[in-house]
T-cell receptor, first 110, second 117 residues
């Protein structure tokens, strides 16, 4: 079974700061998923990536398959970015049932 | 596209009562997943279906939990009898599994917040 570790667990930043959240996993995977969960509870898919880097607005996700590590970056952070960010990896091959990290709770202060 | 639809959004019930959670996956998706989220354990897979067939139910806590998928557009998760420790948020997610060995992105419903008193 894959183990997924995220760091930090909690992160407080000032508006405008550059944010980095890290995710490490123990077993080789085909893809990795970054999710966002807002205080209201809904889960939104941010990225699914299997190599290199993806960018969407102020969010950038990178993955290094050899090092079994992924990072999520937020540039020019804003209070509305405050949420829990969850890393997840598929377990069981192609079926894609996910193993989740514990999440990183981000709070961006104005 | 309406996305994954779950009902009810909130459920409060008393210990011993039967609870039924419902999920409608995204049209065209052939895989459906039920997850549970608690403060202590985070998000965990309960069961998933592929083409309406349960593939892995090893995450179902005990016999009080059961899940069905009678057709491609509907699934239920039932707890009978419910207990206070079942209080959690239950998420349904769906994806299109191409069966090629490649992971396919999952889309989550809004969740059902269950409170068992």
């Amino acid at each position: 079974k894959n183990e997924v570790e995220q760091s930090p667990q909690n992160l407080t930043a000032q508006e405008g700061e550059f944010i980095t959240i890290n995710c490490s996993y123990s077993v080789g995977i085909s893809a990795l998923h970054w999710l966002q969960q807002h205080p209201g509870g809904g889960i939104v898919s941010l990225f699914m990536l299997s190599s290199g880097k993806k960018k969407h607005g102020r969010l950038i996700a990178t993955i290094n398959i050899q090092e079994k590590h992924s990072s999520l970056h937020i540039t020019a952070s804003h209070p509305r970015d405050s949420a829990v960010y969850i890393c997840a990896v598929p377990y069981g091959g192609s079926q894609g049932n996910l193993i989740f990290g514990k999440g990183t709770k981000l709070s961006v202060k104005p | 596209d309406a996305g994954v639809i779950q009902s009810p959004r909130h459920e409060v019930t008393e210990m011993g009562q039967e609870v039924t959670l419902r999920c409608k996956p995204i049209s065209g998706h052939n895989s459906l997943f039920w997850y549970r989220q608690t403060m202590m354990r985070g998000l965990e897979l309960l069961i998933y279906f592929n083409n309406n067939v349960p593939i892995d139910d090893s995450g179902m806590p005990e016999d009080r939990f059961s899940a069905k998928m009678p057709n491609a557009s509907f699934s239920t998760l039932k707890i009978q009898p419910s207990e206070p420790r079942d209080s959690a948020v239950y998420f349904c997610a769906s994806s299109f599994n191409t069966g090629t060995g490649v992971y396919n992105e999952q889309f989550f419903g809004p969740g059902t917040r269950l409170t068992v008193l």
